[in-house]
């Protein structure tokens, strides 16, 4: 049931990168309320409706949604743009094969950068656990932690990505479009760097703060307030790295942010491999905060660099400005 989402999640990321990349962030966010809306009506109405639907099939209702939800999304996007798309269809001229050329180069290391990290999650999700029972927990235990870590615990730390996530989708494109003003690179970085900054610390500290609350009424898990307290910390290092993220694509340092988001990858990894068994949870979360505060390390210092060099050399393969000539 998740297949038919695929062509639509892939036409849908073309729109949107589109309208990022014109500024335009209207289209976007009218979609997602959208896709969010219909994806929950769907999947509430379908399991209300067919109470006797076998456990198969109930697990295939949220993938069902989720097409219907995408899909309607995209055709608001398409509406949205349907002026546009057919000026653009108007112009003269046939697609450029350079150009195909390096939009796919730029990609290429934002595609290895996800499907790393996939492989890093997966490969974490299986060590966790192993090294949970060398702790002495039984397996059901050690599965149950790892629920609790992955399923309780980081979707909080996440939370607040929905407004970090937001600010990298604006700064990347406002970086590449001022590319060769580098007080305008400086004036956007320590704009938006010290906002994300400040949004991700008030969240973790609410996240801290409220840790006994959440663990005893929400998920009824005492043990999980001290996990939050503890990996509270990984929310604005995740929060600020997201936004270098989007700022190194805008640049199109995209192969500098793959190394850095393979070093944190593999420095969570061993971390995780040595410190679960003495001290389980709270390894994992040291494990976590280490390797992401090693990938935003590494990302500030060529984000800084980048900015103080000369602009003409920042982006040396990268897409040619919209009011630049050929």
Known sequence: MYLPCLPILGIAAADNGYCYGCGDT???SVA???????RFSVCVALLLSVPGMTAAWAAAVPPFATFVGELMAALVVAYMLRRRISAVRALPGRVSATLTKRIWKLAAPMTWMRVSGTLMRTAN???????????GLSAQEATARLGMFSGMAMPLV?????VTGALAMVAGPALARHERDSRALRRILFR?????????SLAAAALALSAPWIAHRLYRQPDLAMLLVEIAPLVPVMGVQQVCGGMLAGLGLQRSALASSLAGA???LALNFLLVPDLRLTGSAIAHIAGMGATLALN???LLRAVRRD??????????HPNQSA
Do not use: K, N
Request: glycine share 2%; proline share 16%; no cysteine.
């Open 266 to 268: 593999l420095i969570t």
């Open 32 to 38: 997602e309320l959208v896709e969010q809306f219909a």
């Open 300 to 302: 500030l210092r060529v």
């Open 26 to 28: 209207t289209p976007p």
């Open 158 to 162: 996440m939370l607040p990505s929905v």
């Open 192 to 200: 938006v760097l010290p906002a994300a900054l400040i949004v991700s």
């Open 125 to 135: 999700a299986v060590i966790i656990p192993l090294r949970l029972r060398v702790s």
């Open 311 to 320: 602009p003409l050399a920042i982006r040396p393969g990268a897409l040619p």
